[in-house]
Nanobody, 117 residues
Framework: QVQLVESGGGLVQPGGSLRLSCAAS????????MGWYRQAPGKQRELVAT???????NYADSKKGRITISRDNAKNTVYLQMNNLKPEDTAVYYC???????????WGKGTLVTVSS
């Protein structure tokens, strides 16, 4: 079974930084479009960032400049670096792997990020 396992979530103060990791098994992350999505309580899941197999990145307009998505092919892991975190960033963050515009679509179970003083 394909598995995506997120880690790195936790409690941070406003203005702080956090790096999330997504470790993949049974897929090669460099061959997929990898993404980070988030879901806050009472809200729909939304895009945070994606990185394609060619290395092209895409960011949500409201997040661009504060976040960076990257991958380490040797570790088969995708990262999300988040800076200047705000309380509204509080959410469960999910790792996603896709091929063919979602024809193949895998999800992790999520990691909770809480931004609070």
């Amino acid at each position: 079974q394909v598995q995506l396992v997120e880690s790195g979530g936790g409690l941070v103060q406003p203005g702080g930084s956090l790096r999330l990791s997504c470790a993949a098994s049974r897929i090669i992350v460099s061959a997929y479009t990898m993404g980070w999505y988030r879901q806050a309580p009472g809200k729909q899941r939304e895009l945070v960032a994606t990185i394609t197999s060619s290395g092209s990145t895409n960011y949500a307009d409201s997040k661009k400049g504060r976040i960076t998505i990257s991958r380490d092919n040797a570790k088969n892991t995708v990262y999300l670096q988040m800076n200047n975190l705000k309380p509204e960033d509080t959410a469960v963050y999910y790792c996603n792997a896709q091929l063919w515009s979602g024809a193949v679509d895998y999800w992790g179970k999520g990691t909770l990020v809480t931004v609070s003083s």
